[in-house]
């Protein structure tokens, strides 16, 4: 038996029901500014890769100055080495993370193209758009004269060898 009062009973049966509301859609985001927001690293993972970078260019220096091998060098190395693996496994994460919650929440946002993998190639690294601010810059610029460092260091220190 109802608990309704007769007129509740009236009023409701004189209402036509309504259909279900539908879900408005949500609206539609640029796939690669999403992939951007979550795939990028931040500054202070930026700086460890510096820290790793300046470590392994130090070690390459001290080894091909010193005129035998000595431990310095193996440790600065390594750490060096610690750094940088922190930097690409943390980037490995991400990049992962951020196709999970794209394909979840949108699977028809994109097909995965070479379009895509060649757009999305510099984001984990940290240079997949435009800088935000000047410590952004900074960090970038400091980025790209340690990878200078590195590389002519392992030239120079496989032309000793």
Do not use: N
């Not at 690669?32 to 220096?61: C, D, E, H, K, N």
């Not at 690409?88 to 990049?95: C, E, P, Q, Y």
């Amino acid at each position: 038996m109802s608990r309704k009062t007769r007129s509740q009973r009236q009023r409701s049966a004189g209402r036509t029901p309504q259909p279900p509301r539908a879900r408005a859609p949500k609206p539609r985001e640029d796939p690669m500014a999403v992939y951007r927001s979550l795939a990028s690293p931040s500054l202070r993972v930026r700086w460890i890769l510096v820290l790793g970078l300046a470590l392994f260019t130090a070690a390459q220096v001290t080894a091909s100055v010193a005129p035998k091998a000595t431990d310095p060098p193996a440790a600065l190395a390594l750490l060096g080495v610690i750094c940088i693996s922190l930097f690409l496994g943390s980037g490995f994460i991400r990049h992962y993370r951020a196709l999970f919650r794209i394909r979840r929440d949108s699977p028809e946002a994109w097909q995965p193209t070479m379009r895509f993998a060649f757009a999305s190639l510099a984001v984990p690294l940290g240079f997949g758009a435009p800088p935000a601010d000047a410590a952004e810059r900074r960090v970038r610029r400091v980025t790209m004269l340690m990878l200078l460092a590195f590389a002519l260091s392992a030239i120079v220190g496989s032309q000793r060898r």
